[in-house]
């Protein structure tokens, strides 16, 4: 994982000292992101928070229960993550089918980050759920969201799995 030190200065719609409840918005590398405004600042004042960014290129990821030629050797409670995108038609220069994709890689990040947190190296059945709801006059309002489920997992290849059980065996026989 790595981490990066951001700063951030309270926005003017901040009206009173924050009583560390109040939040602001903002994209971190590329990820809508919302950060609890300590307690005591004001509109124009600076502050700094830490992301951490954990590596996920080596997470093997499927819709499928299981990886060919990989065996599961560990399993954690399925996780979920929702993400979404409000927008009126006048304001929406970018093509639906654009906005959907990025909202579905952004869900993806989010579960791996979710499966790496667990020590996990997959997320096994992966799916995702979108809904998209209207409101306004004529239905100009619109909020798109993309909610992505998986199961972390560790998975080793099949042969390491034998390894793993045999050894596993040995021990349960040796005590």
């Known amino acids: 994982a790595t981490q990066k030190t951001y700063e951030v200065k309270v926005p003017r719609t901040v009206s009173q000292p924050s009583d560390g409840s109040a939040t602001v918005s903002c994209v971190v590398n590329g990820v809508n992101s919302t950060i609890k405004i300590p307690k005591g600042l004001k509109r ?91 409101s306004g006059e004529g239905g100009d309002e619109k909020e798109f969201v993309v909610t992505a489920q998986g199961t972390p997992c560790v998975v080793v290849p099949t042969t390491r799995a034998r390894v793993v059980d045999v050894s596993a065996i040995t021990e349960l026989v040796c005590e």
């Open 44 to 134: 124009g004042d600076t502050f700094t928070f830490t992301h951490t960014k954990f590596k996920t290129d080596k997470i093997f990821t499927s819709t499928l229960p299981s990886v060919p030629k990989m065996e599961i050797i560990q399993s954690k409670p399925m996780v979920s993550i929702s993400v979404s995108h409000s927008f009126t038609r006048e304001s929406s220069s970018e093509p639906f089918g654009n906005m959907i994709g990025r909202l579905m890689q952004e869900a993806q990040s989010k579960i791996l980050d979710r499966v790496v947190e667990h020590q996990c190296n997959a997320c096994l059945g992966m799916s995702f759920d979108m809904t998209n709801e209207s």
